[in-house]
């Protein structure tokens, strides 16, 4: 699809020990880097010291560490971090393996004691701590304005994203050893990120600083206040949609059109990852998640039939491998393999201009004007159309009431934005408003007493202990303020 992508930071994360400063930055500084125009590296890939990072020269390294380190919350871990949970906890995938961690997810369980739950909050939350001290040290190291400084800005745009898939994602909010709080308030210091990265931004702009860590990540500031106008959207949606006072649909709607339809801003992991999220998505050894069992089976198009018989939407396409079925791990649910990515380099979207077009469209919703709603997602759909063939064009959809666009709404983000961990955020604010009852999807999780699959029962999306990650045990017992 020709789409504007306003960043695509290529790296491998690496794992580093949380709340030890000196790993992020010197960690990637001595692992390969895959970025154009600059090669980094020490003669000792071990950690560097931290007196050593006291030079404006360690900058291009801890800008990457931060976003190494965010990548690794959203991809590592656990199974294939926040994402791969998410997928799990969600009507996206259906458990067709035997991994604990996982199919616990699917089953609707919410364990804080799993291995995979203590890797799952570990690197999310070390994402976020990094990139909070990464503005420190970089504001004392710098030789530019720091509140102009284009390095600066990249660090308050990634750590809004840091915040922002916390809340998305777990029950609770911890930060920094601090006291138990409602998991909103990620979402509130996201926002803060984000409008302190459009400022610093725009004031180097303003200053003719237009480049951030130059030969590194190479962040343009023009689609950086961009991107940050779309992802501040992101979380005064879930903040107005949470009903949190102080916060407004009408708020979200005017950062999303800042944002044009086009733009999509995205960081992808490049060939020689070692991260566990790639082979999850594409490896045929890795049959613990299965399209089959999701709503998203019958509202996408299957990859093996031959082309001319496919039907349904292009934008979810998964693979059933036709005449030669697989079964999965746990050898007796179908293994149906997402084909939405093929590659460890494959993108990792943080912002999309279509999804801003949705939020307009559920702030119309919001606000009763349900025809409005639908606007929105046929611009979405037109916009797909333009470069989609003749025989997967998208047609147009119509409501007969406030009821039918709120379910194709919640279907068009579903599918939209599918496996880019946005649709436990999507449920999770539903359940408040317009409420759960109005959510229609179904999804397999338990098996039933027999040893055909096709038996399993259809429940709610909704049948779960917990529509949400829980914070770690290891979190909670080493934490004395947690209450």
Not at 348 to 358: D, F, S, V, Y
Request: glycine letters at 10%; a negative charge; one cysteine or more.
């Amino acid at each position: 699809m020709n789409e504007f992508h306003g960043s695509a930071v290529r790296l491998r994360p690496l794992r580093t020990r949380l709340r030890r400063w000196a790993a992020p930055g010197a960690l990637l500084v001595a692992g390969a880097i895959g970025v154009s125009g600059c090669e980094l590296s020490v003669v000792n890939p071990g950690q560097i010291a931290d007196a050593d990072l006291e030079n404006p020269v360690a900058i291009p390294g801890i800008v990457l560490g931060v976003i190494g380190d965010y990548l690794t919350g959203l991809a590592s871990g656990g199974g294939g971090g926040t994402l791969v949970a998410s997928a799990m906890l969600t009507d996206e995938m259906s458990n067709s393996g035997s991994w604990v961690g996982l199919l616990g997810l699917n089953y609707g369980q919410n364990r804080d004691d799993w291995a995979e739950s203590n890797l799952r909050w570990a690197y999310p939350a070390q994402a976020r701590w990094t990139a909070n001290r990464a503005i420190e040290r970089v504001s004392s190291l710098t030789t530019r304005n720091p509140a102009a400084d284009p390095n600066i800005a990249l660090l308050h745009l990634y750590g809004g994203f840091a915040n922002r898939v916390l809340g998305d994602t777990f029950c609770d909010a911890v930060r920094d050893g601090g006291p138990r709080e409602p998991y909103h308030v990620y979402f509130i210091e996201a926002e803060e990120h984000f409008t302190r990265a459009i400022a610093v931004a725009e004031a180097a702009l303003a200053a003719g600083d237009s480049v951030s860590a130059r030969g590194v990540a190479q962040e343009r500031m023009d689609n950086l206040v961009i991107a940050a106008y779309g992802g501040r959207a992101q979380a005064r949606m879930m903040l107005a949609g949470l009903g949190i006072a102080g916060y407004t649909w009408q708020m979200a709607v005017q950062d999303a059109e800042r944002v044009p339809t086009e733009f999509v801003h995205s960081a992808t992991f490049t060939n020689n990852s070692s991260n566990p999220w790639p082979s999850w998505g594409f490896s045929l050894t890795a049959t613990e998640a299965t399209v089959w069992g999701t709503p998203f089976r019958e509202w996408g198009q299957d990859f093996s039939a031959p082309v001319a018989q496919r039907t349904g939407d292009a934008r979810v396409v998964y693979e059933s491998f036709g005449s030669s079925p697989r079964t999965g791990r746990d050898n007796r649910r179908p293994f149906m393999r997402q084909r939405k990515y093929t590659s460890s380099s494959s993108n990792l979207p943080n912002i999309r201009g279509t999804e801003m077009r949705l939020i307009e469209g559920e702030a119309a919703l919001a606000a009763g004007n349900w025809p409005g709603a639908v606007q929105k997602i046929n611009d979405v759909r037109d916009f797909r159309n333009e470069f989609f063939t003749a025989a997967n064009q998208l047609p147009m959809v119509d409501a007969g009431d406030a009821t039918e666009a709120w379910h194709l709404l919640m279907r068009e983000r579903g599918i939209e934005m599918w496996l880019e961990g946005r649709r436990l955020p999507d449920l999770r604010r539903w359940e408040v408003s317009p409420g759960r009852e109005m959510v229609p999807f179904q999804v397999i999780r338990r098996p039933a007493d027999t040893p055909n699959p096709e038996e399993d029962p259809f429940v709610s999306v909704y049948a779960v202990e917990a529509m949400c990650i829980a914070v770690s045990r290891n979190e909670k017992l080493s934490n004395p303020n947690w209450r």
